[in-house]
């Protein structure tokens, strides 16, 4: 009989039902003052979970193809309903003994008959490899097995449903226990070979590269599927074998390299220690047979990376000096990037050599961080618009380092420019970094790139001093500082008849370091030679006058 392992659970449980439920009554009355009535329409619906399954029984032995599947997933829907009676029945606190020990005991024995029809199909399917097709055999054999598994989570389940209803099953739940403890170590070894077998075809994947042919292919993906299903029958038997007591660490141990899961079972002090104790042993398996080979590769690493820091520094010595001397004219901000670069592209290139004597792939390596590339410049826009705008910088050269500027609001010296932000020490000596993109996006006034500045000073007199007299004063003034520039010449002038003074706007040339020393000095002594010759300074003033009106007329 080639029916599967559901239609014989559906056999069983329909057998079970035409010996029990062809006897009981409408409605079965407790036998003792605990037992709980089983009631009519629960009767009644196993009655028609049993007829129906009858019925599909007898249309299966006539059916074909597709439709054959369809009436066995009929008959093991019907069975898994009937089944979940059974299981509410057993579960309820004060159990109808009298209805639920034949069925238990009539399950009990047919569940042994399953056993054997799973073994002898498992036999008939073996007898057929050494052919051609015995990867598609195995993998039969294992589903099988998986089924087989099932079948043993349904024995335990009715083995503890007789314990519950006082049947004697001792000798029985021995010869489980011995069983799945056999089937757990065949299982496991069945496990650790698919996965032996599964790497060695990955590896022939892998070896092939574009030339991978489709059997390859298909080889490494029926292993896959094979160690997939039995892992999935392992960790049953070990949830199993963990119900009876059974020790499980090096199941759970095979499952773990497996999957590389952590679970609680990881956590259990003699798999922990186990699994210790492999990986200990596999890195001392590996230290001796590839120690020898990995320590030269990682010497060989840090040569060439050594080597490559020695050229970069040469290179980096030999950029300064060639962007020092050029003809260009490069600014300091560019002579300094263009020397970073230079001995960072250096340094870069060698570390990929390296990589490569550690077996890395250059070409894969250097597309991933492409596709990174991508990924990083979408999310850091802003950042790539500080590193535009620091390249734009570089290129048009608004300033250098050392000049005081003023942008984005702030005033101050240039201390350092890099591709993102530029460091700006205040003239009160507070050191800002300000993203470039502000900067070039701001107007930006270089006020030392010109070797010259002047300084814009004015100074009032009152209305009645002589202005001749002032002017002479204030050339003197502006000749005698020795800071002052004689070309251009300073400008003198009388600007301004403002409403309390006569002012004169001073403006001598000056170098640009030497702006507010000239300011301060010059302001300091013009009050100085005011006062001694004279010459008044007048301060904003109003004349008040007050006019009296009398509204009395004078009497004749």
Not at 59 to 86: D, P, V
Not at 282 to 290: E, S, V
Not at 376 to 398: C, E, H, K, V, W
Request: with cysteine; hydrophobic share 45%.
């Amino acid at each position: 009989m080639p029916h599967t392992i559901k239609l014989f659970f559906a056999i069983f449980c329909w057998i079970l039902s035409s010996s029990v439920f062809a006897n009981a009554p409408e409605s079965t009355p407790a036998t003792t003052e605990a037992a709980e009535p089983i009631a009519a329409e629960v009767l009644q619906d196993m009655r028609d979970l049993q007829s129906a399954i009858s019925r599909d029984l007898q249309r299966i032995e006539s059916a074909q193809g597709e439709l054959k599947g369809f009436t066995e997933f009929r008959i093991n829907n019907k069975a898994i309903a009937l089944r979940a009676h059974i299981t509410k029945l057993m579960e309820q606190p004060d159990q109808n003994k009298t209805f639920l020990t034949p069925i238990i005991q009539q399950q009990i024995e047919f569940v042994g008959d399953i056993g054997n029809y799973l073994a002898q199909d498992v036999k008939r399917i073996k007898s057929k490899l050494g052919s051609d097709n015995d990867n598609q055999l195995m993998l039969d054999i294992v589903r099988r097995e998986y089924e087989i598994v099932q079948y043993f989570q349904a024995q335990l389940e009715t083995l503890n449903w007789a314990e519950q209803l006082n049947i004697d099953v001792s000798k029985r739940k021995a010869a489980f226990v011995r069983e799945i403890q056999l089937y757990g170590d065949s299982l496991k070894s069945q496990v650790s070979f698919t996965q032996l077998k599964l790497k060695q075809a990955s590896a022939t994947v892998k070896d092939a590269g574009a030339n991978v042919s489709a059997e390859q292919t298909t080889a490494m993906l029926t292993f896959k599927n094979r160690l997939s299903q039995l892992s999935q029958s392992l960790d049953i038997v070990a949830q199993l074998m963990d119900q009876v007591g059974l020790e499980t660490a090096e199941i759970k141990q095979t499952l773990f390299s497996i999957s590389g899961a952590i679970t609680q079972d990881v956590l259990n002090v003699d798999v922990a220690s186990n699994l210790i104790g492999r990986w200990l042993a596999a890195a001392k398996h590996q230290a001796f047979d590839n120690g020898p080979k990995l320590i030269f590769k990682l010497f060989i690493f840090v040569v060439i990376l050594f080597l490559g820091h020695l050229i970069g520094n040469m290179t980096k010595k030999l950029v300064r000096k060639a962007v020092g001397n050029s003809k260009l004219k490069f600014s300091k901000l560019l002579q300094d990037f263009f020397v970073s670069l230079s001995s960072k592209a250096v340094f870069t290139v060698a570390l990929l050599i390296a990589l490569s004597q550690l077996g890395f792939e250059l070409g894969p390596l250097l597309a991933g961080f492409g596709i990174a590339g991508v990924i990083i410049g979408f999310a850091l826009q802003d950042t790539l618009s500080n590193f535009a705008s620091g390249m734009m910088i570089l290129i048009y050269r608004p300033y250098d380092v050392g000049d005081l500027i003023t942008a984005a609001g702030v005033t101050g010296r240039v201390g350092n420019m890099s591709l993102v932000s530029t460091t700006i020490k205040t003239l009160d000596n507070q050191r800002l970094i300000i993203p470039n993109n502000k900067i070039w996006g701001d107007t930006i006034n270089n006020i030392t790139v010109e070797h010259q500045r002047r300084v814009d000073m004015v100074f009032g007199i009152g209305y009645g001093d002589d202005i001749e007299h002032a002017e002479r004063v204030l050339h003197d003034i502006i000749n005698q500082h020795p800071s002052i520039l004689n070309s251009p010449a300073p400008t003198i002038k009388l600007h301004t008849l403002n409403s309390s003074s006569v002012d004169f706007i001073v403006r001598p040339w000056v170098k640009p370091g030497d702006y507010w020393d000239v300011y301060w000095d010059i302001t300091r002594e013009v009050k100085m030679r005011f006062d001694a010759e004279g010459i008044s300074i007048p301060f904003p003033q109003r004349d008040v006058h007050v006019y009296q009106h009398n509204d009395n007329p004078v009497s004749d």
